[in-house]
């Protein structure tokens, strides 16, 4: 049997929250994402981005449209937590480990029932090993630092070895390096274990470091972008924000306000559409 095309697919997605006349968090969804990319998903508070990613792990039901998960209609499973611990690896913003359980003990805990406790042990300590805790297995959580407890988090979202992994907001809680280590870590764990990734983001510094960034408005996506050099990442962001605008529109009253002339304004114009999509 040949392997499905696309990891994630979504078909014309909703999810109201209050009945029809509520709000739609996630309002005619269509994304696909290929086995093996890393890819974020970028927004304002309310856009649906966690939503989005709730629904993917079947954490919620969406309400219309489809989510097929490497080859699996949600709508057909009948044993969404079977699913859930065998397809999809999660990490959060808060780390969510149990506090009286050490850093080996809290990734052995999704294999329970899975494999024996040899087995547990040694799977819990290569995962630790390759999230680089092989000298913290034995600490509590409350012993660790936040970017250490993130990791070990990172371990036990991939103890069942699952094909995807759905991080929301996973450098949220933590300082500016803390979280450039878990991101280094998440893009080591893509390119060298082709783990597909799937993250929440609100910091556009995380966003450009996957391969892809899909942007939420409104319950709906409103465009995509390959990531590029990060020059062409700053293009992109000019020209999508106010000033951009309006010099894309030609805006005779700002050139005359900046003291920038008409030619200047066609300079700034083929420049900012070097950052075009």
Do not use: C
């Not at 050490?102 to 087995?119: F, Q, S, Y």
């Not at 547990?120 to 290569?126: Q, V």
């Amino acid at each position: 049997m040949n392997a499905p095309r696309w990891l994630i697919e979504t078909r014309n997605l909703t999810k109201i929250y209050g009945g029809n006349g509520g709000i739609h968090a996630l309002d005619g969804v269509d994304l696909t994402i290929a086995p093996g990319e890393l890819v974020s998903v970028m927004g304002p508070s309310g856009s649906g981005k966690s939503t989005l990613l709730n629904v993917i792990g079947a954490l919620d039901r969406a309400d219309g449209g489809s989510v097929i998960i490497n080859g699996q209609d949600l709508t057909a499973i009948t044993d969404l937590d079977s699913f859930r611990a065998h397809t999809v690896g999660f990490v959060f913003q808060l780390h969510n480990l149990l506090p009286t359980l050490t850093a080996l003990e809290n990734v052995e805990i999704p294999m329970t029932g899975n494999l024996g406790g040899a087995e547990r042990s040694a799977r819990a300590r290569e995962l630790l090993g390759m999230v680089g805790l092989a000298d913290r297995m034995g600490h509590l959580p409350g012993q660790l630092s936040g970017g250490q407890r993130q990791r070990v988090a990172v371990a036990r979202a991939l103890a069942n070895n699952p094909p995807l992994l759905l991080a929301d907001e996973p450098t949220g809680s933590l300082d500016t390096a803390s979280g450039q280590e878990i991101l280094q870590l998440l893009r080591n764990l893509n390119h060298s274990h082709g783990v597909t990734i799937l993250v929440v983001t609100h910091d556009l510094n995380v966003a450009r470091q996957t391969n892809r960034v899909v942007f939420m408005q409104d319950g709906r996506i409103i465009r995509e972008d390959i990531i590029g050099t990060p020059i062409e990442e700053d293009l992109k962001a000019w020209k999508h924000s106010g000033l951009g605008q309006h010099i894309l529109a030609g805006d005779k009253e700002l050139a005359a306000r900046l003291g920038i002339s008409a030619k200047g304004i066609k300079a700034l114009q083929d420049l900012l559409n070097q950052g075009e999509d």
